[in-house]
């Protein structure tokens, strides 16, 4: 437990945080993650416009020329403070809106609509209350018309993932709101989609639900080797959890940063905090992030 | 809990309302003892239940009570079944089609607040002084509210259901089918005890067109007569299935939606 004694100690904790990466204790190897072939994003030149055409003036440009590719079966980030067009962007990923310019390749495929390739877990968990537990799990392959018994098989194995055995015949409101979330993942994951869309998911929970949720997410991805396209606009949550973090500056929403992180898996959440990698970066997306105006 | 913060025992609750309704009619007992009022302007409850004993055993113009209240309940149930079945699903597909919403709205915000006595004359006008003309107030005055609710119950359904609808790749009937109606159903049961609640209201108008039966029908005829008492006990039994009625919906509210209003 070498980081284990960084912490207990504060001097040597800061001596152990100029050394690059914390433990890699080797349990954890990429190499064992599924391939994932669907899993490439090409965002080509995107731009958002909202607002009315007649009005004019009041049109909004969300998000302008915002070009970027995404390797399949990578953890990205995109990280920016509100109103900087990030969910625009998640939105138009998912294939809830369609880009004013430009266009998103999925999978060498254009996107044109929502679809079964590209799950999508909401900030809201957006249960139906009407479903039970594992009900609302297997809601993705019931429409699909799946076969009962395969999609039950999948369902447990998500719910086994997602720490949610023994909730499965639960009503979603006699679940806290840390374990609806882990119901909306494990119901956006049980197709085994190449992509996973995911617009400020813990975003409404208390710090600690939200730590452990980060840990399930990262376990779950993986095991699954799902792309991950993460919208946040925690530093802490995105340092965390990405391999590549995308800094954004409010609008129109620009890449600002392109930061593939330094930081070795498995990460743990008390070693990070005097890692110095860790605070380099932290620093210079907090740079990043906010106009230039407010730190002169 | 409540808005001040403090926990409020449903038992307690119970007991209060119990206690409110017992002080009332005490009050009303001893008015009625002191002779403070005439019996023929507010009978006291002693004499009304007197009355009652009465009229139960040998009836209301030969007619039985309970035949009054079966009648009148047969009315309003007939036309509020009606008004259900077509009522609910219009106003799904005028709040699913606004082609639809906007070529009949017009006609629901005309008729919906329009006082139905209003059209006594056109219902036995155009279909007689049975059981039909009776029923099709009631219905009419029913059949509004549930328009307007379920159409309402649809464009509340939140965006977040139907986008994740379509990002588990639902098709338009499933978006209908395993979205947007069930997450209406609790908006809808409500539109229908309001609908009810407003039929019920409706009931005496009805049976104002040349009944011989019912429970709106024996307060206006026993009023001819002066018999404040009878008309007090039409009262109260008109207030009480009414009030049954709303329980009833409640108690099939419960077990059809027991998600409402807890997600």
């Known amino acids: 437990m070498k980081n284990q004694e960084a912490i207990d100690d504060p001097q040597k904790g800061l001596k ?207 095991k699954t080797g799902s792309t991950i396209v993460f919208v946040t606009h925690d530093v802490d949550e995105a340092l965390f959890l990405a391999d590549r973090i995308l800094v954004m500056t409010p609008r129109p929403g620009r890449l600002s940063k392109d930061i593939i992180s330094p930081l070795a898996r498995p990460r743990i959440y008390e070693s990070l905090v005097v890692n110095s990698d860790y605070a380099m970066m932290k620093r210079e997306i907090l740079l990043a992030m906010r106009k230039p105006e407010y730190y002169i | 809990m409540n808005f001040l913060g403090r926990r409020w025992d449903r038992r307690l609750g119970a007991m209060v309302s119990v206690l409110s309704v017992g002080i009332f009619v005490g009050v009303w007992y001893v008015c009625g003892r002191l002779k403070l009022m005439s019996p023929l302007i507010l009978p006291p409850p002693q004499e009304i239940w007197l009355s009652l004993t009465e009229i139960l055993e040998e009836g209301y113009h030969h007619i039985s009570l309970w035949q009054h209240v079966g009648i009148s309940l047969g009315r309003a149930m007939v036309a509020f079944i009606l008004a259900v079945v077509l009522g609910v699903p219009l106003g799904l597909a005028m709040g699913l089609f606004p082609v639809l919403s906007s070529a009949l709205e017009p006609f629901v915000q005309f008729f919906r607040p329009l006082p139905k006595i209003a059209l006594i004359p056109l219902a036995i006008l155009w279909l007689g002084i049975g059981e039909v003309s009776k029923v099709f107030l009631i219905f009419l005055s029913t059949l509004f509210t549930v328009v307007v609710g379920s159409a309402a119950s649809v464009k509340s359904v939140g965006q977040g259901k139907l986008r994740l609808g379509a990002a588990l790749g639902a098709n338009r009937l499933q978006l209908v089918w395993r979205f947007i109606l069930p997450a209406s159903l609790p908006e809808i049961f409500t539109s229908i005890r309001l609908a009810v609640g407003v039929g019920w209201t409706t009931l005496i108008a009805s049976e104002m067109v040349a009944a011989e039966s019912g429970m709106g029908w024996m307060v206006m005829n026993a009023s001819s007569y002066m018999r404040t008492d009878i008309v007090m006990i039409g009262i109260i039994l008109l207030g009480l299935t009414g009030y049954l009625l709303d329980y009833l919906l409640v108690v099939v509210e419960r077990l059809t939606v027991p998600w409402a209003g807890r997600e």
């Open chain 1, 16 to 222: 152990f945080s100029n050394e690059a990466i914390p433990v890699d204790d080797g349990s954890f190897s990429p190499s064992t993650k599924p391939p994932n072939p669907g899993g490439g994003i090409e965002f080509i030149n995107v731009g958002h416009i909202y607002g009315n055409h007649k009005r004019g003036s009041t049109n909004t440009e969300a998000v302008a020329e915002f070009s970027v590719s995404i390797k399949p079966g990578s953890l990205v980030c995109l990280l920016g403070p509100s109103g900087c067009g990030k969910s625009t962007l998640l939105n138009i990923l998912a294939g809830f809106e369609k880009p004013s310019l430009g266009q998103v390749l999925v999978g060498g495929k254009k996107v044109s609509g929502p679809g079964p390739d590209r799950g999508v877990v909401f900030q809201e968990p957006n249960l139906l209350p009407w479903r039970k537990v594992i009900a609302n799990i297997t809601l993705g392959p019931d429409l699909a018309g799946r076969p009962k018994k395969e999609t039950l098989a999948k369902a447990r194995r998500f719910i086994e993932l997602t720490g949610l055995s023994g909730f499965e015949t639960y009503a979603p409101y006699e679940l806290s709101g840390g374990m609806k979330q882990r119901v909306a993942l494990a119901r956006a994951w049980i197709s085994e989609p190449p992509i996973m869309v995911m617009d400020e998911p813990f975003g409404a929970l208390d710090a600690q639900t939200r730590i452990s949720m980060q840990e399930l997410l990262v376990d779950v991805w993986e």
